[in-house]
């Protein structure tokens, strides 16, 4: 238990990567966002994606951390499994944050009927359409996932190095055409899309969870055997 | 006395290259090792097994007792300071010393605080600015303050000057009386710290050749000089680790045989006789011209 606090805190030393570039991308794009939505007419709703910034952004942090972080770790006789659960509660927490943030600010940008000026940064038709816990559910999924699967990218890279990241994204790209392929072929991309049009935000959300879990057991079977 | 670290029939390989070949030995708790080579002799290689920061290929490798893999018990009694230390980039040293208090459960703050007082250390300047010697200082005032039972330094005055590396050893000894702890030591300037180790371990190509204490060590050999018939003459029948004519004379160095009457018989002949240097002996022994690579080891 100790060790993981420790990890915790080689994570929590790093609050610029953490929350506040993050932040500050958040907001930048935000205000951005405003000072167009004053500019232009307030007749007709202005919906933006600069919400999104703020995902990109957990996935690259994501992708970056195990290079980052993990040869000091283990060059300081931490655990593998402790450098990995200290991670998975940084990248917890840091998502939780910024849901609760969003999540906050689009209640906000509700009650404000977008600022006064019709912007949707934080409040989307269908994204929004669930209850407020569901909203909250949504968000944190999304960050987790996303966080998650660049977690599991940069532990890969880490286990099998340049040669392992080249041929990993080869089979990749191979196994991608070959599905997109096979839906053309097969005549199924209707069906996808209606099955996604049937469903609410959080129904789909939900269905990220197991894809969020594996990408947990894989970055954890690739850490425990990476070397520095 | 419980053995700190016992390796049987270690092996580690990559590819085609075998980094560590058939390596056995036991280091026992509260000394000073010293582990000496060439580069690329395997000693990095070694260490990181040790520290479960990579793999063996096959062997037995038991440190306090257990596998030190995964192992809480083991690793949070090992420190492990290495010349290519990595620390993340946006830290300072100050993050660095806070992050290593909250690991090793013997940090000494107060003694951390000295000693960056003595190495002249900038607390609040990025690890990624500092200069070759003044990185290596951070990692020899992580090392020394945490008090590890077991505490690697691996080349860790890579950069430093010699009044650093002299507050180094000082530094080390000091606390080493105080809180007596395994300390291996792994180095190039072998006179520099020879006064410090109490056991050698000398790897050669991967393989443990000499792990003998220091002191028999030292007086294992020894350099005789003269007139080249006279020293060929005296060197029939022993073991010979090194020989280097010059003009009609011989220097040879010598491995003392069992009865030690060897001093005698060449005072005897007229050849002058003088001791050898640790550094010389481990120089000659993994020079690869060494007639004798392996020295008996009882």
Known sequence: ?228 | MKNVIEVKQLNKSYEKFNAIHDTSFALQANKIYGLLGRNGAGKTTLMKMITAQIFPTSGDLKVFGEGPYENANVLSQICFIKESQKYPDHYNILDALDVSKSIFPNWDVNFSRSLIKDFNLPLKRRIKKLSRGMLSAVGIVIGLASRAPLTIFDEPYLGLDAVSRGLFYDRLMEDYVEHPRTVILSTHLIDEVSSLLEHILVMDNGKLIIDQDAEELRGKAFTVTGQASKVEAFLIGKETVHREPFGGLLSATVIHSENGSDQKQATASGLEISPVSLQQLVVHLTSGRSEQKEVNTK
């Not at chain 1, 055409?177 to 049009?197: N, P």
């Open chain 1, 1 to 228: 238990m100790n060790r993981i606090s420790g990890v915790l805190k080689l994570h929590y030393r790093d609050k610029w990567s953490w929350i506040y570039i993050p932040a500050i991308i958040l907001f930048f794009s935000f205000g951005v966002n405003l000072t167009v939505s004053f500019l232009v007419s307030n007749q007709e709703d202005l919906y933006t994606g600069g919400i999104s910034s703020v995902v990109i952004y957990i996935f690259v942090a994501g992708i970056i951390v195990v290079g980052k972080t993990f040869p000091f770790a283990i060059g300081m006789s931490i655990r593998r499994i402790d450098y990995f659960i200290g991670s998975v509660i940084i990248g917890t927490i840091s998502s939780a944050f910024f849901t609760s943030l969003i999540f906050l600010f689009a209640q906000l940008e509700k009650q404000t009927n977008g600022w006064g000026t019709r912007l949707h940064f934080f409040y989307f038709p269908y994204v929004n359409d669930g209850t407020l816990l569901e909203q909250f559910i949504l968000y944190m999924i999304l960050f987790l996932n996303t966080f998650f699967l660049g977690f599991l990218i940069s532990s890969y890279a880490r286990r099998f190095g340049r040669k392992g990241m080249f041929l990993g994204a080869m089979v990749f790209l191979l196994i991608g055409s070959i599905v997109i392929f096979l839906l053309h072929h097969f005549e199924v991309w209707g069906s996808i899309f209606s099955w996604f049009a049937s469903h609410t935000a959080v129904q789909i959300a939900y269905w990220l969870m197991p894809f969020t879990l594996l990408y947990l057991l894989g970055s954890y079977r690739m850490l425990r055997r990476a070397v520095i």
